[in-house]
């Protein structure tokens, strides 16, 4: 089964940005599509974005859209979220995730979960 791990999260100000990786091992990358969740306690779970195996259809919450772009790097077996003008509302511990259906991403059960990273965007 494919493992994830996530990095490049952390403290900064409104309209900043920042660029959160995500680490695939084991399982065959590339049979995967990929996502990137946010968690806030006392919250449900948003789907952030996602971006199919080969990287030509993707997904995005309103939420994010327009300032958040997902991308993927399977030689590398890497995949990104790169975040522009980050607001408050945004600060959340993100996750990395892996799902083999790209549509319904995460609807019947996840393959991979990763620990999370936190972002948080305040003055």
């Known amino acids: 089964q494919v493992q994830l791990a996530e990095s490049g999260g952390g403290l900064v100000q409104p309209g900043g940005s920042l660029r959160l990786s995500c680490a695939a091992t084991?399982?065959?990358?590339?049979?995967?599509?990929m996502g990137w969740f946010r968690q806030v306690p006392g919250k449900e779970r948003e789907r952030v974005a996602v971006?199919?195996?080969?990287?030509?259809?993707?997904y995005y919450a309103d939420s994010v859209k327009g300032r958040f772009t997902i991308s993927r790097n399977n030689t590398e077996n890497m995949v990104y979220l790169q975040m522009d003008g980050l607001k408050p509302e945004d600060t959340a511990v993100y996750h990395c995730?892996?799902?083999?259906?790209?549509?319904?991403?995460?609807?019947?059960?996840?393959?991979?979960w990763g620990q999370g990273t936190p972002v948080t965007v305040s003055s």
């Open positions: 995730a892996a799902d083999r259906q790209y549509y319904g991403f995460g609807g019947n059960g996840l393959d991979a």
């Open positions: 084991g399982g065959t990358f590339s049979s995967y599509a």
């Open positions: 971006v199919n195996w080969s990287g030509l259809y993707t």
